[in-house]
């Protein structure tokens, strides 16, 4: 054999194998016991809340993804997550079947977050942040107005009989557990296709947008389109979360996605971890978490005063958030 | 006309309130690069400070005693003060407020990504929007104005009656606009804030003291932002929620005025004031979505003029 054939050992493994932290498989199991155990042990109402904080992560994944990986700032996912419920809830009092009314509902909120969100993209800087802070704050005000699709001030409810587990699987008797594994799907699918999406070109580009935009554009990267498709992609995740909380809890309401909603999403991706994609995972469980440990320790009884100075203390801490505790490499990350 | 001449007034002294704190954001902006989110709820606790040096125990709110205002009764000096001093002192704790942030957020930050000097911004909204809501409570309260605002104190101008606040208010902007434009001109801490604001480095470089300058560029922009939240008294009433809606209509008259421009901000907040004040009326727009309009105004301006009626057009090199 001589020396040309032998595989240099760096080139043997597959390329993101490289890049795998040695948390990779123990923190795959850990997700899995995490996302097996509850179904059997939780009571049927804890279940229901923990499937809407599932739900949750993909409105942060969305946050991230435009955030994380783009550069652009949007402090309106809430609206979104809105835009999808009541989207969701009006299809389906149309007939349709759920799966097709929340492939819809998604699709619309995408289309919405890329309505709202063309004015500011055309200019370089913050205006994304600015223009979607004030979608946030102006949505329910005038969901409210829109009584007959939202149901007003009381808001209305949602007719999700058919969000029932098929006779043949036997689990009748189990309807919280089919419905937490539908969510689980759902978000295991959303993950899949962001995944893809930033290992491939246009991920690269999108990074590339993130570090330098006019370099970007140098590069030959249509930088206007690509962003406008990353927020529509964002806005439409954060509308499945909406889609699918619609039917969790049939009951949706103006009040539930106000600003600090979307203000919330924000700090969770930014606790979780920007640019990575398990940082959506943490920034949910920071969700989770914050409250339960406020209800523990009952020291500080305002869930707002924790997230902020959360939020302070890891860009000066952890830039890259939670999720960065856990990376030796952090080439991924935004630079901090 | 006369009813339209009424609402004129109305917007502008609203116009006017939202010009202070852009003016705020503007001078951060135009120093730093930076978008200050918290800008308002700086604004805020300041107006809630003030509200607490002027009350004495048990009479601010509407039957809410107001968290404070005993310590205050037993460690300040001649406590409750009359309500201009207490307005002076708001903005006074503005300024050491935001000369903080500047100290022991900001600059150690320096150098870091625009995205994560952000987040440390919209971390302190959220941080302070809790504050005060924790320390306070959700109450609304209502804010003596400081000017005359008896029934009777109005000018009649065309059958329309501009009130003793709106000429006060508007006297108040003047003056801080004359001031910061002395203080900019005529002083060597004005001279060291337009160098840094023109080329830091190069400033840096011949000696200018950028962050104390910085620090005092800050402290001025918070103490202007404070006014805002004072000077609401006497029409909307003070709660948490307050200063994150006139945060947003300040964002909009910095977007439509230019970021970079303090010209900008002060014409952009009254045209917000005046879009607000007119759309309700003259468009059919209900009054609870009085968000809209300006929102729609800075989507258009977006459209139209991307920078602002007075901002600059970036240029940036690879």
């Known amino acids: ?336 | 006309m006369e009813l339209f001449l009424q609402r004129c007034f109305d917007g502008m002294f609203n116009g006017a309130i939202y010009a202070s704190l852009a003016l705020a954001i503007v001078m951060i902006y135009r120093s730093t690069g930076l978008l200050n989110f918290a800008q308002g709820e700086m604004a805020m606790m300041s107006g809630y400070v003030a509200l607490v040096l002027l009350s004495a125990p048990g009479s601010a709110g509407f039957g809410f005693s107001l968290n404070g205002t005993e310590w205050a009764q037993e460690w300040v000096p001649f406590h409750p003060w009359p309500v201009w001093v207490a307005i002076l002192g708001g903005v006074v704790f503005g300024g050491l407020l935001g000369a903080a942030v500047e100290r022991f957020i900001m600059r150690p930050l320096e150098g870091k990504s625009t995205l994560s000097q952000v987040n440390v911004t919209i971390g302190m909204l959220i941080l302070l929007n809790g504050l005060t809501l924790w320390i306070w409570g959700p109450f609304a309260r209502s804010f003596p104005s400081p000017f005359p605002n008896e029934i009777n104190d109005f000018v009649s101008i065309g059958g329309a009656r501009l009130r003793h606040t709106t000429i006060g208010v508007w006297i108040v902007l003047l003056v801080v606009i004359v001031g910061l434009g002395f203080l900019l001109q005529n002083t060597k801490t004005g001279l060291a804030f337009r160098a840094i604001t023109s080329n830091r480095d190069g400033a840096a470089l011949v000696g200018v003291p950028v962050g104390r300058t910085l620090t005092i560029g800050w402290a001025i922009a918070a103490g202007i932002g404070a006014l805002s939240a004072a000077l609401v008294g006497g029409t909307i009433v003070l709660e948490p929620l307050t200063m994150i809606k006139i945060l947003i209509y300040a964002l909009a008259a910095a977007t439509i005025g230019g970021l970079d421009s303090p010209l900008g901000a002060i014409v952009g907040g009254f045209i917000v004031g005046l879009a607000q004040a007119l759309a309700p009326g003259y468009l059919g727009i209900p009054t609870e979505l009085s968000l809209l309009p300006p929102l729609a105004a800075m989507v258009l301006a977006l459209v139209l003029r991307p920078h602002g009626l007075f901002g600059t057009v970036p240029v940036s090199r690879v």
Not at chain 1, 7 to 34: H, I, K, T, Y
Not at chain 1, 59 to 80: D, K, M, P
Not at chain 1, 197 to 217: F, N, Q, V
């Open chain 1, 1 to 336: 054999m001589t020396a040309l054939q032998k595989v240099p050992a760096d080139l043997s493994e597959p390329p993101d194998a490289q890049e795998r932290s040695r948390w990779f498989w123990p923190g795959w199991m850990l997700l899995a016991l995490v996302i097996v155990i509850p179904p059997l042990i939780a009571e049927p109402l804890d279940l229901n809340k923990l499937s809407r904080l599932v739900v949750l992560v993909l409105a942060v994944l969305g946050v991230n993804l435009l955030t994380g990986y783009t550069g652009l700032i949007s402090l309106g996912h809430g609206v979104f997550v809105g835009v999808g419920a009541f989207t969701m809830a009006n299809l389906i009092d149309q007939g349709m079947s759920l799966f097709v009314a929340g492939f819809l509902a998604t699709v619309f909120s995408g289309i919405i977050g890329l309505v709202l969100g063309l004015p500011a993209l055309r200019v370089r800087g913050l205006y994304l942040a600015l223009i979607t802070f004030g979608f946030a704050l102006a949505f329910p005000p005038f969901a409210r107005r829109l009584g007959s699709w939202t149901g007003g001030v009381t808001g209305r409810t949602v007719v999700n009989d058919a969000f029932v587990p098929p006779s043949f699987l036997g689990l009748d008797d189990h309807v919280h557990v089919w419905r937490y594994g539908c969510c689980i799907a759902v978000v295991a699918l959303w993950f899949l296709i962001a995944r893809n999406l930033i290992d491939s070109r246009i991920g690269r580009a999108m990074r590339t947008i993130r570090d330098d935009e006019a370099a970007a554009a140098t590069f030959g990267i249509n930088v206007r389109a690509l962003k406008a498709g990353v927020l529509a992609i964002s806005a439409a995740m954060a509308g499945t979360a909406g889609v699918l909380q619609a039917i969790l809890n049939p009951y949706v309401s103006h009040g539930d996605f106000d600003a600090f909603l979307s203000l919330r999403l924000y700090a969770a991706a930014v606790l979780g971890g920007l640019g990575t994609l398990v940082g959506a995972i943490f920034g949910v469980v920071a969700l989770i978490a914050v409250p339960a440990f406020n209800g523990a320790v009952g020291l500080i009884d305002n869930e707002a005063v924790v997230f902020g100075a959360g939020l302070i203390l890891v860009t000066f801490v952890a830039p890259a958030g939670i999720a960065g505790l856990f990376h030796r490499k952090s080439g991924n990350t935004p630079a901090a």
